[in-house]
């Protein structure tokens, strides 16, 4: 695999200069003050839910403890022994009063149709989750996110270290079968199985950090995977814009069609409609 440490990073840019920029074609960009305004920023620290919701129960990886005690096996985590890392944590189940330190969400994440009260779908698709780990933990698994949204990664605190593909390297990349297709069947990208996965020293790749204040888009279809350098807290949401809505479409009524082929087809004309009346983006 061949990896250039490289990707732009970029202030002041408004959502038309990122649709431009950023969405056609998709390529991944770093918003270096997309959420400076979050309460959020300087204040999650794995202290401060250590102090505030040391109580509440987690359970990561099958193992359920209290938050107090991940956060010190967060702290004490190294590369050699990584804690357990808390991921993809809906915050809509933490307590309520946190929703107001993440807000705004970046304007580049709009206008999201996931959100709009339109959508034809009974379960939020874009919900905003949280990580909270320590060095050395890695993202269990490189892929690139469900029904070909995007993701947007904003982080709090700490640092870490992201690789990711663009969708033009797929056939180095190993998909699963079937439903997990957006999963590699490659566990360690930075020490592969050679014999088991041969076309992946083809592979080309980006390599970089991300550091706290800054927001990382990946856009549907690109392969990624993260590793953390020093104890991190991070934030997430996946976004549906014109510029995925094809890929969408396809994932999502073929998720429907293995339910009902009636309801997939009702479901895709209601998304042609939306997209083609701008309905999503007003409502
Ligand atoms: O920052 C990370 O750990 C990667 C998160 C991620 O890729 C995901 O939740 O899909």
Redo the contacts with the bound molecule.
């Keep these: 695999m061949q990896l250039v440490d490289q990707i732009d990073r970029r202030a002041g840019l408004t959502r038309t200069e990122f649709a431009h920029e950023y969405l056609s074609p998709p390529r991944p960009v770093i918003l270096t003050d997309a959420m400076s305004r979050w309460r959020a920023l300087g204040r999650w620290t794995p202290e401060f839910f250590k102090n505030e919701y040391g109580d509440l129960q987690v359970v990561v990886d099958g193992e359920a403890m209290a938050l107090r005690d991940l956060i010190d096996r967060i702290d004490a985590s190294t590369r050699d022994d990584p804690a357990p890392y808390l ?2 944590q809906p915050l809509a189940a933490w307590p309520p009063e946190l929703s107001a330190d993440v807000s705004p969400m970046p304007e580049c994440t709009q206008p999201n149709w996931l959100d709009s009260r339109l959508f034809p779908s009974r379960h939020p698709l874009s919900s905003v ?1 949280v ?1 909270i780990g320590g060095r050395g933990a890695r ?1 269990p698994v490189l ?1 690139y ?1 469900g029904l070909h949204t995007h ?1 947007f ?1 904003m982080q709090l605190h700490g640092d ?1 270290q992201y690789i990711v593909f663009s969708p033009e390297q797929t056939a180095f990349m190993y998909p699963r079968d079937g439903l997990e297709m957006n999963k590699s069947r490659i566990d360690d990208v930075l020490a592969p199985d050679r014999v088991a996965f041969p076309l992946f020293d083809r592979a080309e790749g980006l390599r970089f950090e991300l550091h706290p204040g800054e927001t990382l888009f990946v856009p549907a279809g690109w392969w ?3 590793r953390i350098l020093s104890s991190s807290v ?1 934030v ?1 949401v996946n976004v549906l814009n014109r510029a995925n809505s094809a890929a969408f479409r396809h994932d999502y009524c073929a998720s429907i069609a293995r339910r009902s082929a009636l309801l997939s087809s009702v479901v895709r004309a209601g998304l042609r409609f939306g997209q083609a009346t701008r309905l999503f983006e007003r409502a």
């Design positions: 991921r993809n989750e990580y993202f892929h996110d993701a990664l870490k990624h995977t993260a991070t997430s």
